[in-house]
């Protein structure tokens, strides 16, 4: 009997459930599509990362990251099922009027989450291995710049089971939470529960008057902080730049419940035309009682477009860095001199004339100039971020001209000449070149083409170890104590045979805090595609998560608004009020709902993506960051708008069926 009735429930109940079907089935596929594609073969067949280290390192990742979703999931769902227990207050409190005791009708619950439950997975499964194919399309697009994936729809038996795993115990707190809630209510309040109001907070005017401008001063001073220090590095401005942001907000949604309310009462031909008082009134209500939920709404709206377009373009300036870091096949390098390198790398075996012929090496010296003594050439934002990255009391690195003019001739670049005391300023850091403006002379070195400053890749480097080199004429190196040696090379003959032996020596010289280091370009390219994947993963998992939970928790909130006041929708019928007039203001109310938190979340991120492209200006390659955020953010605002479309005649529909009943 408990069977068919909940089965009977659910069916009938379906447009009730439209919107905590959709976000489960949304949920579930998005979970099941990046732990299907974070295993370790999908990151070797499909993205064709070969290192198992990092494949294992963006699993365990992606590990963390699943136990965090589950719990923003878990309240969520938690959430939806709080709002289809008030909209069954009556019938529960009617089951139990008639007889039927508390534990079966918390059973009755039970199978009704099982049969949601269980159809949502099952859905969700099934688009999540569609989804899959598309999601692998676009991270190999994103983190290899192409798109030559396979039409090959694989279930990820691994992922499928952590997926069913975690929404299993999903499903069980909820039933757990149902037991508490019937348990707590009594009959009179459960059959009374849609005619109990909520305590409304009322303040002077003055007072919302206050918070505002306390809210607009913190958000002002935190865009400050953000437009004054930039992004370049995490510092303590950035943390309060964060801290304001959000108290603001927050203040903000507190305030404008009951400013806003007054602010439209001025305008009486505005205020009293149509239903608006009566919008503004049910607004101004709910922002009272849900300022603190609508102020997280914002945030996580923010962090999903800000993360999604600066991830997307991170990913870009990532997959141009190969070419940058790793100009040769193989780079070696040790302390000390080249005599000693040598005698390191036999006591290891490893001989590099026999993968090449054609060896490059050279030696750095420690030149009197520090990096300090360009700083002031720089503004302070960008001197502090230098500091932070760079020793900036350690002595420049020197390189011989005649090394160096051999090095530009192996990457097919034209040499330099330099005069007797005449140096040439370099860096591997593209962002120097931006940072400094240096003088055409310092402490009585002429600088070649006036201190410009010209990017140099000397050697492979997963991370530039310094920020400023020089070039000096031979003979300038005499008195300066040798530093590094660096032997660079590309294989000549079988390269992946080359390339496997070589490796299979050099397995821990990999490490970039070794003593004596070995990079080779396959390594290199290996480590940035992981950690292309990594940003990959983590930005879109958390983005679109956070997406869908601001969606579901505004739309839950309009429903049970909707059903709260169905009451007050058949008094503005049988005073008159058309059907048509009655829908104008529900859709009004439900959109000034849904845009206020993301018009302010639109603001918040205009702010902040136009300080993250300032610093891709200022210190790199990539590509404008509104160029990505033209792109994302329409993608987005679909997802928004299609939660808010479905939150509309879903209330429509709950209004329509009491006007019905009346």
Partial sequence: MFAKLSLRNVKRSYKDYAVYFLTIIVAVSLFYVFNALSQKDALGRVMHLKNADIAKAINMVMTFLSIFISLILGFLLIYANNYLIRRRKKEMGIYLTLGMSRRKVSGLLFLETCVIGLVSLIIGLIVGVFLSQGFAALIQRLALGNLQVSIRFIFSTAAGIKTILYFAAMFLCVMIFNTVVIGRYRVIELIRGERKNQRIRHWPSYCYLIVLACSVTLIGRGYWLINYYGLHTVSKEMGYAILFGMIGTFLFFLSLAGFALKFMSISKNVYFRHLNMFVMRQISSKMNTAWISISLVTLLLFFSITGLA???????SLNAATDQVAAFDVSIR???TLDGLKQQLEQKRINPDDYSRHLNAFMLYGSPLKLSDFLPYTNQSQRKSMDQLYDTHAPIPAMKLSDYNQLMRVQGKRPIHLTAHQWKLITPDLGVVKQLNPPSSLKKITFWNKGRVQQTTIENSVSTSYALGVVVPDHEVLGMKPFYSIINFNFEGNKTKQLADLQKKTKALEEPTAETRVLTRAFIAD???GNNLMVNFAILYLGL???????????LQQLAESADNVHRYSVLKQLGASRKIIHQALFTQIAIYFFIPLSVAMIHAFVGLKAMDAQ???????E??????YVVIPILLVIYLAYFIVTYFNSKSIVNKNARKA
Wanted: hydrophobic letters at 50%; one cysteine or more.
């Fill in 527 to 529: 480590t940035i595609l």
């Fill in 545 to 555: 998560i956070f997406l869908i939970a601001g969606c579901a928790i505004l739309a």
């Fill in 310 to 316: 600066i991830g997307v373009n991170l990913s870009k």
């Fill in 334 to 336: 040790g302390k000390g």
């Fill in 616 to 622: 891709n200006e200022a210190i790199s390659s990539s």
């Fill in 624 to 629: 404008s960051i509104w160029k990505t955020a």
